[in-house]
């Protein structure tokens, strides 16, 4: 299995809704990540976590709030955000360690978030 | 502050031409990869790069990593209308654990 599957696709949520986006992977990566997508623009990165440790915070807003429960599973739980939130929410998984950003990462096909 | 820029940022072109895109940078990267993405998806990993004055070749893609790894170009011969999507190049950070992406070059092939 060479993938990073990302639920829901689409998500359309209001501004005092809790809702969560999840991300699985079974390569074996060690290290997992949330970026964030608008558009025409590069994915902005907003946590890693390694060994199922957060080891990168970018500064993101405690209105989003990570969770790593196993090493194939991520979790972005969601609660009041606000219209600029609204993104392509992509994870993201590679190997671990110095040498793995030699490698690249595999990414899923993204959560498109609308906040109204 | 390590950077990548790509030129251009647009280019739409007719289906059989040849195309060449630029990532470049005033600092040494150990490595860039190359990731295509399509509208509505994640980017894919097309290559990495890794040894000053690489070569690569994926069917009609041909990348390339400057003698001082400073720069990397991304060559495709005969477009098809499948390549159409977003390309970035991206590397990672000197003493750190995050990849810098480029801002992306928009490639638009017409049948």
């Known amino acids: 299995d060479t993938e990073v599957t990302q639920t829901p696709k689409h998500l359309v949520m209001g501004m005092t809704n809790k809702k969560s986006l999840k991300c699985e992977q079974h390569?074996?990566?060690?290290?997992m990540y949330w970026y964030k997508q608008k558009a025409k623009k590069p994915p902005e990165l907003m946590f890693v976590?390694?060994?199922?440790?957060?080891?990168i915070n970018e500064s993101v807003p405690s209105r989003f709030s990570p969770e790593c429960p196993n090493s194939s599973l991520l979790n972005l739980h969601l609660h009041a955000l606000q219209p600029e939130d609204s993104a392509l929410y992509l994870c993201?998984?590679?190997?671990?360690?110095?040498?793995?950003?030699?490698?690249?990462?595999?990414f899923g096909s993204g959560t498109r978030l609308t906040v109204v | 502050t390590q950077l990548l820029e790509q030129s251009p940022q647009f280019l739409s072109i007719q289906e059989g031409e040849n195309l060449t895109v630029y990532c470049n940078s005033s600092s040494v990267f150990s490595s860039l990869q190359w990731y295509r993405q399509e509208p509505g998806e994640g980017p894919v990993l097309l290559v990495t790069?890794?040894?000053?004055?690489e070569v690569k070749k994926l069917k009609r893609l041909t990348f390339q990593f400057g003698d001082a790894r400073k720069d990397s170009s991304l060559h495709i011969t005969a477009a098809q209308t499948g390549d159409t999507g977003l390309y970035l190049c991206a590397g990672p950070n000197t003493g750190g654990f995050k990849t810098i992406f480029g801002a992306g070059t928009r490639l638009f092939v017409k049948a």
């Open positions: 790069v890794v040894t000053g004055g």
């Open positions: 976590y390694s060994y199922e440790k957060l080891s």
């Open positions: 390569m074996g990566h060690r290290a």
């Open positions: 993201a998984s590679s190997h671990e360690g110095r040498t793995a950003l030699n490698i690249g990462y595999t």
